[in-house]
Nanobody, 126 residues
Framework: VQLQASGGGLVQAGASLRLSCAAS????????MGWFRQVPGKEREFVAA????????RYVDSVKGRFTISRDNAKNTVYLQMNSLKPEDSTVYYC????????????????????WGQGTQVTVSS
């Protein structure tokens, strides 16, 4: 399965973007689907993830109340709605899929995710 992330761009602070992650195959059997971001020279940071059924989500504290993750298993797509964007949100965002069951909670560890998209750049100007 390949993941294709899209929706990034250049916006002003306070604006919104919606990232999409389209899978080449079915995601209905995948466990967590997540979004991570990585600043050059730093480790990949967890942003948000959603459970297989979509009834549970998890966010890094810095985006709570501003970002919303959702998934449409019928469309094999995961979304990240990003509102009230800040300059510190600027970086490359990656979507990821966790295909094996490890723990009964949504994973924030990049090493638990098996498939990765190519990344989409988000730039927020002040």
């Amino acid at each position: 399965v390949q993941l294709q992330a899209s929706g990034g761009g250049l916006v002003q602070a306070g604006a919104s973007l919606r990232l999409s992650c389209a899978a080449s195959g079915s995601i209905s059997s995948f466990y967590d689907m997540g979004w991570f971001r990585q600043v050059p020279g730093k480790e990949r940071e967890f942003v948000a993830a959603i459970s297989r059924s979509g009834d549970a989500t998890r966010y890094v504290d810095s985006v709570k109340g501003r970002f919303t993750i959702s998934r449409d298993n019928a469309k094999n797509t995961v979304y990240l709605q990003m509102n009230s964007l800040k300059p510190e949100d600027s970086t490359v965002y990656y979507c990821a899929a966790k295909t094996t069951y490890t723990v009964p909670i949504i994973s924030v560890l990049s090493g638990d995710y098996d498939y990765w998209g190519q990344g989409t750049q988000v730039t927020v100007s002040s």
